[in-house]
């Protein structure tokens, strides 16, 4: 059972453009939800994370937004650049389970110049 | 700060022979360490949890036999899959957490392929 659910699979954007990527989850025990990214053959990197007592993040151009009520947080990338592309995960974890991470299905995104 | 090694990146082996794989927190203390698969354009795989000093914990479907994890000091944990076969081949990405915090961060990746 995917604990989280992430969309869309694949992504396309001009450069400047603002890619949105979602993820929702169902388990309102979750208390933490990073983002990664990650290059091909490379580990993923953390871009951002946030808690669900915020309703939105901003670090440089990414920015997550969270919906408690709906159970669904998203990441925006601003003015969006070719080497932005790269494939990203979301992610959730909870103190009860150690803090074991559920991933997403991952978003493989391109940024044409 | 918060960076991950592991060594090597990439290794060849034949079928039979058994692989070690370090996995190295080099500026923080990683009282917890997980070790992942992941296949080609899909999502991270947990395949085990280990705590510093004690037994690591396997997910449903991964033998312990077959993929050995010892994490015998705060920097430093190691993956060894024994006996590997070609369905071995894949990517193996280690992560590392300090005591009382959620952020995993990722080591760079080991490329295993089995011939």
């Known amino acids: 059972q995917q604990q989280v659910k992430q969309s869309p699979q694949s992504l396309i954007v001009q450069k400047g453009g603002i890619p949105i990527i979602n993820c929702a989850y169902e388990n309102t025990a979750f208390d933490y939800f990073p983002w990664y990214q990650q290059f091909p053959g490379k580990g993923p990197a953390l871009l951002i994370a946030i808690r669900p007592d915020v309703s939105e993040k901003k670090e440089g151009r990414f920015t997550i937004s969270f919906n408690k009520s709906a159970k669904q947080f998203s990441l925006h990338i601003m003015d969006s650049q070719p080497g932005d592309s790269a494939t990203y995960f979301c992610a959730a974890s909870k103190r009860d389970t150690g803090n074991q991470f559920y991933f997403g299905t991952g978003t493989s995104l391109t940024v044409i110049p | 700060g918060a960076v991950v090694s592991q060594h090597p990146s990439r290794v060849i082996c034949k079928s039979g022979t058994s692989v070690k794989i370090e996995c190295r927190s080099l500026?923080?203390?990683?009282?917890?360490m997980f070790w992942y698969r992941q296949f080609p354009k899909q999502s991270l795989m947990l395949m085990a949890t280990?705590?510093?000093?004690?037994?690591?914990?396997?997910e449903q479907g991964v033998e312990k036999d077959k993929f050995l994890i010892n994490h015998a000091s705060l920097t430093l944990s190691t993956l060894t899959v024994t006996s590997a076969h070609p369905e071995d081949s894949s990517f193996y990405i280690c992560s590392a957490r300090e005591a009382w915090q959620e952020t995993q961060y990722f080591g760079p990746g080991t490329r295993l392929l089995v011939l």
């Open positions: 280990s705590n510093e000093g004690s037994k690591a914990t396997y």
């Open positions: 500026d923080f203390q990683a009282t917890t």
